[in-house]
């Protein structure tokens, strides 16, 4: 008998999991690029957020898979705390989703139509023409086996509807609350999903092998295990904007644990749900109520925390305070959490292209400097520069990843030049301490000359890097500091080559002092190359193959 609830308990248990990918990945891909948009456009309001974060919890069948998610956004800043605080509460409601499906599951009978859908699932994503015909197919099917699934998990605690063992044991949750509790969170922190958790809670309660009040306190419990995901996800990329929305997920679930763990000892939980839906506990409306009792839990949470969201963030910054070293070497932006989607990824690595080029900038302004005879820039150009070098590998690593997803046609398009635009920021930063080192051969023959000469083509550049880096902004004013960068380019081409004639009119005039003018050509060339490079990024940005 055991060997039969066993491979029955791990079959279904993986048959769901597989189910709620698929139907996953089948929904993400028919929504595409409408995720980003939608995400930008719900998050307006805090309302909205909610409601993004419903219809996002939706489409993964995970609130662990969403949270996940959102500390990718935060990380690269496509949200901001207080928007992710407001999907975070609408991925709790979301997550309920599954539960409604379970007790459709127990009151309709629905596992009668598990092989059509596994069958026509099959057949669209195999022969029909159209790639978003075929996504749905891959939704249908995956709803097939989830409910597949859940039919081999129900028929495996079948033989244990007789034991009594078991039902004394489950009896404890119910006089014992915080045993649930714990329980429930143990439980989820295994299985790394609460919608699997509470789908086979409902199972058993179906069962009669455990009752709706002893439910309660795992049900709980399942909200608490979901954080820990979260939390593992937002310490991997080692980002303080990931831990502080990994932080508010768990505030506001534990603050929720907090109010209703009492209710649910009195029994006034359970008595508020069956007020809501007042129909007798059976194994019939078991489920149903088990699926009201979660979303009234993740409803009530979120109404009462939703006029405290700047309360809440204000907290979790003083909790999550930013630490000196920990987002200054390595990438600041690159998620693995958003490589589902390659249009929030490529948007991920414009924004650490941003980052490295305001790095490139540093290097430039700190090697400028050092014609000024600041002689204690070097050490930190060189550190700067490696920086880049090392931001160059990570975001080629970066892409290498997202070319193995699928992407669309327009994200395939982008990536020639995104390489192409790393390459060109790099060779910024390399030009930068190219000019720091000139530094050195300058100190035994400093001329106030050189600076007089070199003051305004190197304002230019450092203007011209400024409004690159706006540039690379997601508004209109984008393409508007793009075509400023073009102009500016072509005042330092022309002041280069009024330079480079004086230059050599000196040269010739047999009046100059070759070491000094040395320095002055070879620094004139420098900023000349970087230039190139500079126009290359700006005319990839109005190209629009650079940015979405």
């Known amino acids: 008998m055991m060997q039969t609830v066993i491979f029955y308990s791990l079959g279904g248990l993986a048959l769901l999991f597989f189910g709620m990918r698929e139907m996953s990945d089948g929904l993400q891909k028919v929504a595409g690029d409408k995720l980003k948009r939608v995400l930008h456009f719900f998050t307006k309001n805090r309302l909205f957020a909610v409601l993004a974060g419903l219809a996002i919890t939706t489409l993964f069948q995970s609130s662990s898979a969403t949270t996940i998610l959102i500390v990718g956004f935060v990380n690269a800043q496509l949200l901001s705390l207080t928007q992710a605080i407001g999907v975070i509460m609408g991925a709790n409601i979301g997550t309920t989703i599954t539960a409604w499906l379970v007790?459709?599951?127990?009151?309709?009978?629905?596992?009668?139509?598990?092989?059509?859908?596994?069958?026509?699932?099959?057949?669209?994503?195999?022969?029909?023409?159209?790639?978003?015909?075929?996504?749905w197919g891959q939704f249908i099917f995956g709803f097939g086996i989830l409910f597949l699934g859940?039919?081999?998990?129900?028929d495996a605690f079948e033989p244990l509807e007789g034991s009594q063992l078991l039902k004394d044991?489950?009896?404890?949750?119910?006089?014992?609350?915080?045993?649930?509790?714990?329980?429930?969170?143990?439980?989820?922190?295994?299985?790394?999903?609460?919608s699997a958790t509470i789908a086979i809670l409902q199972l058993l309660a179906l069962k009669g092998l455990i009752s709706f009040d002893a439910a309660l306190p795992i049900l709980i419990g399942d909200n608490i295990g979901t954080t820990i995901t979260a939390q593992l996800a937002a310490y991997s990329v080692r980002s303080t904007n990931a831990r502080r929305a990994a932080n508010a997920h768990s505030i506001f679930n534990l603050v929720g644990a907090a109010w209703a763990l009492p209710l649910v000892y009195f029994g006034i939980f359970s008595s508020l749900v069956?007020?809501?839906?007042?129909?007798?506990?059976?194994?019939a409306s078991v489920t149903l109520l088990i699926a009201v009792s979660h979303t009234f839990f993740n409803v009530f949470n979120t109404i009462l925390f939703l006029p405290f969201v700047s309360k809440l963030e204000v907290l979790v910054l003083k909790l999550t305070p930013r630490g000196n070293n920990f987002e200054y070497e390595g990438p600041r932006y690159l998620d693995k959490n958003l490589l589902h989607s390659s249009s929030l990824?490529?948007?991920?690595?414009?924004?650490?292209?941003?980052?490295?080029?305001?790095?490139?900038?540093?290097?430039?302004?700190?090697?400028?400097?050092?014609?000024?005879r600041n002689q204690d820039n070097l050490r930190q150009v060189s550190s700067l520069e490696k920086n880049v070098d090392t931001l160059q590998v990570d975001i080629f690593r970066y892409l290498t990843l997202i070319s193995q997803t699928e992407m669309n046609a327009n994200d395939a398009k982008r990536?020639?030049?995104?390489y192409h635009t790393v390459n060109d920021v790099e060779k910024i930063s390399d030009y930068g301490e190219r000019l720091m080192i000139l530094q050195q051969r300058l100190e035994s023959v400093y001329d106030e000359g050189v600076i007089k000469y070199f003051q305004k083509i190197s304002e230019y550049t450092l203007v011209a890097l400024r409004e690159l880096i706006y540039s690379l902004d997601d508004?209109?004013?984008?393409?508007?500091?793009?075509?400023?960068?073009?102009?500016?380019?072509?005042?330092?081409?022309?002041?280069?080559?009024?330079?480079?004639?004086?230059?050599?009119?000196?040269?010739?005039?047999?009046?100059?002092?070759?070491a000094v003018e040395q320095v002055l050509g070879d620094a004139i060339n420098i900023i000349e190359s970087a230039r190139r490079h500079i126009k290359?990024?700006?005319?990839?940005?109005?190209?629009?193959?650079?940015?979405s």
């Open 274 to 283: 069956r007020t809501i839906v007042p129909v007798e506990v059976t194994a």
């Open 103 to 135: 007790s459709a599951f127990s009151v309709f009978k629905i596992t009668q139509y598990t092989l059509p859908a596994i069958a026509l699932g099959i057949f669209l994503m195999h022969f029909a023409k159209l790639h978003k015909t075929r996504y």
């Open 536 to 547: 290359n990024v700006a005319e990839a940005r109005l190209s629009g193959k650079l940015m």
């Open 345 to 372: 990824s490529i948007e991920a690595v414009v924004r650490e292209i941003k980052h490295m080029l305001g790095i490139a900038k540093e290097v430039f302004e700190l090697s400028i400097d050092g014609f000024r």
């Open 415 to 418: 990536m020639p030049r995104i």
């Open 475 to 514: 508004d209109k004013d984008g393409q508007a500091h793009a075509q400023k960068v073009l102009g500016i380019c072509g005042q330092i081409k022309s002041t280069a080559e009024n330079l480079q004639e004086q230059h050599l009119q000196r040269l010739s005039g047999g009046v100059a002092n070759i």
């Open 169 to 194: 044991f489950f009896v404890y949750f119910s006089d014992y609350p915080i045993l649930g509790v714990l329980a429930g969170i143990i439980f989820t922190i295994i299985l790394q999903s609460s």
């Open 150 to 154: 859940l039919g081999f998990m129900k």
